[in-house]
């Protein structure tokens, strides 16, 4: 079945405007989801609205509100809510252009292809798309979308160019506030270049296949052996932690880092698994 395009419109630089349409670039079914099960009957729950001291309550009584303080909330309507919502246009208008080294990863939020809606706007798709690859900047816009008004960043990949949402700036933490504690000093010279030479053996070319979920791929694998058997009862394999052999948590440093420096490296045997 086709992809349905996420949004569909105008990108708008200057008096140059291209009709795009843009594709959800991730799959959430690829992530295994659990429901809640009744065990005695294995039916589904159910979730009532309750209100502590009152109990179960009708869907037409509830409304929508912000917590100003604990157990106090501004109330609203649907109303209140729908006339101050964006209203959704159909342009998506470049309005900065950013090296893109500039936005730190913390702001990226979620990626989009977006493809020339038809063959009329192939050309300026490619001029636009190949002008950000000559100057290698990023596009910047706000993307009007469902009533709200989204931050966006766009930049060539292969044959067509990637949007990706970002954060704005109230949503994301400042990480300076978690190291104050950390010793701000130079480690010896010697640790770092046996670090450095480590982290240069174990360089490669980034390849998202090599790389696999091994939490979900022995979820499938624990699911398909319950699916085929008929006895209901739990199965449970004990695994193996790494490094729980004993032994003292004191590490030498320089020892370790010397051992894994001289390591040879291990024959492929097949992809790496990610951890979850």
């Not at 704005?168 to 010697?190: H, L, S």
């Not at 070319?205 to 398909?224: C, G, H, Q, T, V």
Request: charged share 35%; aromatic share 6%.
């Amino acid at each position: 079945m086709a992809a349905r395009a996420y949004w569909t419109g105008q990108i708008r630089l200057a008096l140059v405007s291209i009709p795009v349409e843009i594709f959800s670039a991730t799959k959430s079914g690829a992530k295994i989801r659990f429901n809640q099960i009744h065990e005695p009957s294995g039916k589904r729950v159910s979730y009532e609205k309750v209100v502590p001291g009152i109990g179960p309550v009708d869907r037409d009584e509830i409304i929508r509100g912000y917590e100003v303080s604990k157990g106090n909330y501004v109330l609203l309507e649907d109303e209140e809510i729908e006339a101050v919502k964006i209203e959704s246009k159909r342009t998506l208008e470049l309005v900065q252009f950013v090296d893109a080294c500039e936005i730190d990863p913390l702001y990226f939020e979620k990626p989009y292809y977006v493809a020339p809606q038809d063959e009329l706007a192939e050309e300026a798709f490619i001029v636009l798309r190949e002008a950000l690859r000559k100057a290698k900047k990023v596009a910047l816009g706000q993307l009007s979308v469902r009533g709200s008004e989204k931050l966006v960043a766009i930049k060539p990949c292969g044959k067509g160019l990637l949007l990706e949402t970002l954060r704005y700036a109230d949503e994301v933490r400042k990480g300076q506030t978690f190291f104050d504690e950390i010793d701000d000093g130079k480690p010896k010279k010697e640790l770092l270049d046996l670090a450095t030479t480590l982290i240069d053996q174990k360089s490669a070319p980034f390849d998202a296949n090599e790389f696999e979920d091994r939490y979900s791929d022995a979820l499938r694998k624990l699911i398909d052996k319950k699916a085929k058997s008929k006895s209901g009862k739990a199965v449970i394999e004990d695994v193996d932690e790494p490094g729980t052999g004993g032994g003292s948590n004191v590490i030498d440093l320089m020892a370790a880092l010397k051992k894994s420096v001289d390591q040879k490296p291990a024959k492929s045997t097949g992809r790496r698994k990610k951890s979850a």
